[in-house]
């Protein structure tokens, strides 16, 4: 059984950091794209940034030059690097990554940006 674990979530003032991982564990065989999302409550899901295999990376305008996304192929886990946190950035933050062919999705976790 294929599993996606985040972690880091939490509370920061503004203008903080905060760092998420989401580890994927289970059978693996190849894990290709993978990506942070975020979502607020009666809200469409959006996207964050992803990451290929290659490390070829896309961001949402909104966290370009603030957040970065990386990976450990060896962990099987990909990260997400968020600076100059805004008030706006309060989402549940889903990791999502493309497993043995198929799409898989975190149960998220609650980041909240607020003074």
């Known amino acids: 059984q294929v599993q996606l674990v985040e972690s880091g979530g939490g509370l920061v003032q503004p203008g903080g950091s905060l760092s998420l991982s989401c580890a994927a564990s289970?059978?693996?065989?190849?894990?290709?794209?993978m990506g942070w999302y975020r979502q607020a409550p009666g809200k469409q899901r959006e996207l964050v940034a992803t990451?290929?295999?290659?490390?070829?990376?896309n961001y949402a305008d909104s966290v370009k030059g603030r957040f970065t996304i990386s990976r450990d192929n060896a962990k099987n886990t990909v990260y997400l690097q968020m600076n100059t946190l805004k008030p706006e950035d309060t989402f549940v933050y889903y990791c999502n990554a493309v497993i043995n062919g198929r799409l898989y999705w975190g149960k998220g976790t609650l980041v909240t940006v607020s003074s």
């Open positions: 990451i290929t295999s290659g490390g070829s990376t």
């Open positions: 289970g059978s693996i065989f190849g894990i290709t794209r």
